[in-house]
């Protein structure tokens, strides 16, 4: 039976906006706020569209502890030929962040992806739960995400996982430069033509431009298998873009 992914929303750091670093507000007891607004004109998730090429309103907080543990929240809105009864993604996120010596700094938690008033074949939302570990050295980052359980409710998908790099390059007079590159192992998925895919890589090359706190980003986005998931309108979810962001941290 052909068994296709029915879902792919954000991840954590994979909105197509680099933003400045503003001051978070300090809440008392070591506890700080911190939130971020981005307006995409395409969101994409490790490659591919989830508003059928069109723009996207993005809101997130988060509250760090100067031990390093952190909760946060991240918001937007979607639109593909599943989220017929719902719009909105919302991802739950903990974890733990910090500096392990010789300039690495460790990142450890869990994201809950979730979609209300979506409805998937198993039942209920189409929710999914990633476990991660990342690693950063200066400008580069690298980190691997691990879903225990079905993919996006995606029968019989247990155990997919995704790797990915990033490197961001100050190139100044608020002038930056990022790429991205990863790699997503998936279980028992079929492409748009009904062949199975087993895996694919996702890309992103972009420069990004701060004026006084709002970063303007430029980035080409795409899939090497385009045609795994479909846009609403039937076209490949994955093929090569370019993305305009406007984005700021408060």
Not at 37 to 65: E, K, M, N, W
Not at 73 to 97: A, I, P, Q, R
Not at 123 to 147: E, H, P, R
Request: charged share 15%.
């Amino acid at each position: 039976m052909k068994k296709t992914l029915l879902a792919l929303p954000f991840a954590l750091a994979a909105c197509f906006a680099a933003t400045a670093q503003a001051e978070p507000t300090d809440l008392g007891g070591g506890f700080s706020l911190s939130g971020n607004a981005t307006i995409v004109s395409d969101y994409r998730f490790r490659g591919y569209s989830q508003t059928d090429f069109r723009p996207a309103a993005q809101l997130g907080f988060d509250v760090t502890h100067s031990s390093g543990f952190y909760l946060g929240n991240w918001n937007s809105n979607v639109s593909n030929f599943v989220f017929t009864d719902g719009n909105l993604e919302m991802d739950f996120y903990g974890g733990w962040k910090g500096d392990v010596g010789g300039g690495f700094t460790l990142d450890a938690g869990v994201l809950h992806y979730y979609y209300p008033g979506s409805s998937s074949p198993k039942g209920g939302n189409y929710n999914n739960t990633d476990l991660y570990v990342g690693a950063s050295y200066g400008n580069y980052s690298l980190k691997y995400s691990y879903t225990p359980s079905d993919f996006f409710s995606t029968p019989d998908s247990k155990g997919t996982w995704y790797l990915d790099g990033t490197a961001t390059f100050d190139l100044g007079d608020g002038w930056g430069l990022l790429g991205h590159l990863g790699y997503q192992k998936l279980k028992n998925q079929s492409n748009m033509d009904g062949d199975s895919i087993g895996h694919y890589v996702d890309y992103k090359v972009g420069v990004t431009k701060d004026l006084k706190g709002w970063v303007l980003g430029l980035a080409a986005v795409g899939a090497t298998k385009d045609n795994w998931l479909p846009t609403k309108y039937g076209h490949p979810s994955g093929r090569l873009g370019a993305v305009f962001s406007v984005s700021r941290t408060f």
